[in-house]
């Protein structure tokens, strides 16, 4: 069963924070600059977790935050853009 999963990030290094992005582009969407949704299964979430992990250096942080379907619809944004559609994110 899949989850939705926002995974914020602060990294300071130009080229780890890019492969951050990069693992993280590939299954889910970016919402804000360090900022994706992902809908995940949790083999998923290990999966990319551990991806991500190896390229962390001291400092660096990554925040996974699950939520539920209830949590999800009662998201809400203030500025531009509208809310991201689930374009069927699949991992190799």
Same mark, same amino acid.
């Given at each position: ?42 083999? =998923? ?39 991201? =559609? ?7």
């Amino acid at each position: 069963m899949k989850r939705f999963w926002v995974v914020a990030y602060d990294i300071s290094d130009d080229a780890v924070r890019h492969l951050v992005c990069e693992i993280l582009k590939d299954c889910g969407q970016r919402v804000q600059y360090s900022v994706f949704e992902c809908l995940l299964t949790w083999r =998923e979430v290990k999966m990319v977790r551990e991806s991500v992990k190896r390229h962390l250096e001291k400092g660096d942080q990554v925040r996974w935050y699950p939520l539920c379907s209830w949590c999800r619809e009662k998201v809400f944004w203030q500025g531009r853009g509208a809310m991201p =559609e689930n374009t069927g994110f699949t991992l190799l």
